[in-house]
């Protein structure tokens, strides 16, 4: 039974024509908190970044980060700082270890971890307020949502 | 005529290019039906650490929703009011008792509100003001328990509240009150969930920003029981508690839960000094 979901599983990656997404746990952080290589092993999609940018449910980035490129959607917040030129001075590989979990750049940050699926503190279902229903969660992007995010990030080039 | 105004509306949207907003509380003055004069800003106590002046959450909300406080017939959270006084009137439970009958006109609360949660030597334990109002039904009337954060518990709270209304909030954390103070700091700084955020991350380290459309206050439970606009009716501060956590993306403890009675007491405590405001007035 587990034999034929895992088989499946892979033939659906095959498919898909993506090499082994690195999972949360695999991740490798460089002592600056950057992360070298693609997390999917496939190339982001910028547009699709700016989608899950704005997505409550999914990055939600302009809760905290104002970005005029993402002035259609309203409310930017102001917690953290602007992410207006942010390629002119971040790498892909800084930003995707910012976004995968910023608290490796930056300690202590409030910045929540995108890619991170242990270690919490009563970790919740979703927003329901009731307990996780497993142990390891499933991260709030995936590795793809990610690489999108980051393909996005560095299109911001004037700020 | 509406459409015209919609059409301006939305062009006046698309213009006002970047929609950051600029956050800050602001300098209004407080006064209660013309007469009562509040204090929303003051010096931090001296158990605070990190924050020098403490501020109503009033001071964060639009002057829209400011102004329906300032007058008790505007306050939708009077109509509460008025209904818990026949609550409090109603004799209920097997003793055949309503509250009047041991504590005559709800004038007796006086003061009361400002100094819960508070600890009781009798039963050995800290009490919520709706503890209180619970042990009183219980014990004293043989009447059901109000659900924790029910409107009718809330409305009583709001009765309550409405007596102390200007007073200083004034709880003590000091002898027994001190371990149930220290479990609530510990509780408050936590960061929780999966996105690892404690109250202060939002309340303390990021009060006058907005986080999305929301201008975060101080997280103050100065003005509770809140009437909310968002779902018209009273809230208390273990349901507005409950809310919080669980938007950090975590189980959340229930209201009454001594995490919550606990939490309540040391947010209390960081409201030492300002004035007594339930019920008020909140988006």
């Known amino acids: ?159 | 005529m509406k459409m015209k105004a919609m059409t301006a509306l939305c062009a006046t949207l698309a213009l006002s290019a970047p929609l950051v907003m600029a956050g800050g509380a602001d300098d209004d003055k407080m006064v209660i039906n013309g007469e009562t004069e509040m204090v929303t800003k003051t010096t931090a106590p001296a158990h605070m650490e990190n924050v020098s002046e403490i501020m109503s959450g009033w001071h964060f909300r639009s002057d829209e929703t400011q102004a329906l406080q300032l007058d008790d017939f505007d306050n939708p959270g009077m109509i509460f009011v008025d209904q818990a006084l026949d609550a409090w009137n109603t004799v209920e439970g097997s003793a055949e008792k309503a509250c009047a009958s041991c504590h005559e006109g709800p004038e007796s609360m006086k003061g009361v509100r400002a100094v819960y949660p508070k600890w009781n030597a009798d039963a050995g334990e800290m009490r919520t003001l709706a503890m209180q109002i619970n042990d009183c039904r219980e014990n004293q009337m043989g009447a059901e328990k109000y659900k924790y954060d029910s409107v009718p518990m809330a409305s009583m709270e709001a009765l309550i509240s409405v007596q102390s209304r200007g007073m200083p909030v004034n709880v003590a954390i000091d002898g027994e009150a001190a371990p149930y103070w220290e479990a609530g700091k510990e509780l408050y700084y936590t960061r929780t969930g999966q996105l690892e955020l404690s109250c202060a991350n939002c309340h303390e380290d990021n009060y006058g920003n907005y986080i999305r459309a929301d201008h975060l206050s101080q997280g103050q439970i100065n003005g509770f029981p809140v009437y909310r606009l968002k779902n018209a009716k009273l809230n208390t501060a273990h349901g507005r508690f409950k809310g919080c956590v669980r938007d950090t993306r975590a189980e959340t403890y229930s209201p009454g839960s001594p995490e919550f009675v606990a939490l309540e007491l040391y947010v209390a405590s960081r409201g030492n000094g300002l004035s007594v405001e339930g019920p008020s007035v909140r988006n």
């Open chain 1, 1 to 159: 039974m587990k034999l034929t979901g895992l088989t499946a599983a892979i033939a659906l990656c095959a498919g898909a024509a993506i090499a082994n997404p690195i999972s949360p746990s695999e991740i490798e952080f460089d002592e600056y908190g950057a992360v070298q290589a693609s997390l999917s092993g496939a190339p982001g999609d910028a547009e699709r970044g700016a989608e899950i940018m704005v997505t409550r449910s999914k990055g939600n980035c302009v809760a905290c980060h104002a970005i005029t490129a993402l002035n259609d959607a309203p409310f930017h917040g102001e917690v953290g700082p602007t992410l207006d030129g942010i390629a002119g001075y971040r790498s892909a590989e800084e930003l995707r270890g910012i976004v995968a979990n910023a608290k490796m750049t930056f300690d202590g940050s409030v910045m929540p971890a995108f890619y991170k699926t242990s270690g919490f503190v009563r970790p919740g279902d979703g927003y329901t307020g009731k307990a996780a229903k497993e142990e390891d969660l499933t991260p709030i992007l995936t590795a793809q949502e990610i690489e999108d995010v980051v393909a996005f990030l560095l299109t911001l080039k004037d700020g």
